[in-house]
């Protein structure tokens, strides 16, 4: 894998590989001493446009705990706010003589167009409305978990397809907005599962019919079907118009209440990429329930970024088997 831009570029084997070997990385994260050597001499940079709390901490502590350098660039302090471009300002950090940029940007496309600029690894921290691969690949390993918990025979069947198979996930609010949904759609497709959209018809992105993904506007007719919900965020800040009557009609449509959280099927997976709007999209009920896994998502996002940027940076040649087994020899 030379970058990482579209949870559409995956196939099933490929994200089999960053899963299982995330499962090996999340090792780390209970060790005293967390740092492996694998990407010893390496650098990455992180080059957010945009504000961040979970992408940007967990991919500098994932490059922290493989040994890699880690630099972060922001639009604010840097000299893009003197108006240096994105091209110019990418070029820049390039001609360091960095390994992998991390972008983060809020044109759909940036990471892409930064990818045939410059010769470094690019990996996509989440593009305007476009896409955010890695969150998708932490949504997946943490729902594999989930999944698994509640059935351990599934990771001994048939690969890593059975543990997708079979399962529906709804994916429920801003759609058009949403970078996360569009990743997500994808990749889950990729491995299997049945995913429902749904979104009042002002947030149902134009176009959704031709995505492989079922869709409606009622949220409680697919309520006590599903096996996970992954909830998302209302992004207030990238709409223009009025797209629902009122926070509190949006929540009687399409928040997670605590009335909705009694008609989930038992044991059903919550889930939400954060930052949370509590009490407009999620209620603190559901958002704090026994079977949120929304903190599992946090912990999840260093163990998929530790494994996607040593399998970019690390193992491209040479076996990917285990960084984790090869430190504990040495
Ligand atoms: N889920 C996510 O991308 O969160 P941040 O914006 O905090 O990185």
């Known amino acids: 894998m030379r970058h990482l831009l579209s949870a559409a570029d995956l196939s099933l084997s490929e994200i ?9 990385m999340s090792t780390v994260q209970d060790r005293p001493v967390k740092k492996l050597p694998a990407l ?38 840097s000299s893009m706010s003197k108006g240096e471009s994105l091209r110019d300002t990418v070029l820049t950090v390039a001609a360091m003589g960095v390994d992998a940029l991390v972008i983060r940007h809020h044109a759909s496309g940036a990471p892409w167009q930064a990818s045939h600029w410059i010769d470094a690894h690019v990996l996509n921290a989440g593009d305007g409305t476009h896409e955010h691969p890695t969150q998708a690949l932490l949504d997946a390993f943490t729902l594999r978990r989930h999944f698994r918990s509640a059935d351990p025979s599934s990771a001994e069947r048939n690969g890593q397809a059975s543990d997708f198979t079979g399962k529906t996930i709804a994916i429920v609010g801003d759609l058009t907005h949403s970078r996360v949904a569009r990743s997500n759609v994808l990749l889950l497709q990729t491995l299997g599962a049945e995913v429902v959209l749904v979104a009042p018809p002002t947030l149902m992105p134009s ?21 996970a919900v992954m909830m998302l965020r209302v992004q207030r800040e990238r709409m223009s118009g009025g797209y629902f009557p009122s926070a509190r009609e949006y929540t009687i449509g399409y928040g997670l209440t605590r009335a909705r959280l009694g008609a989930l099927r038992p044991g059903a ?7 949370m709007n509590r009490g ?38 040479e076996s990917v088997a285990s960084p984790v087994r090869e430190a504990a020899v040495r």
């Not at 709390?53 to 350098?69: C, H, P, V």
């Not at 999209?281 to 903190?295: G, K, Q, R």
């Open 40 to 77: 010893r001499g390496r650098t990455v940079v992180n080059l957010f446009f945009e504000d961040s709390t979970r992408t940007r901490s967990s991919f500098e502590i994932a490059g922290k705990w493989l040994s890699a350098d880690v630099i972060n660039v922001s639009a604010k302090g």
């Open 269 to 275: 997976a919550i889930c939400h990429p954060g930052p």
């Open 16 to 24: 089999t590989e960053i899963l299982d070997l995330a499962e090996e």
């Open 280 to 317: 407009l999209e999620i209620s603190a009920d559901a958002a704090d329930a026994a079977n949120s896994l929304i903190l599992d998502q946090v912990a999840a996002g260093v163990s998929i970024r530790m494994s996607v940027l040593y399998q970019i940076l690390g193992g491209a040649e």
């Open 207 to 227: 176009g959704v019919d031709s995505w492989p993904a079922a869709n409606t506007t009622d949220f409680d007719e697919v309520l006590g079907a599903c096996d």
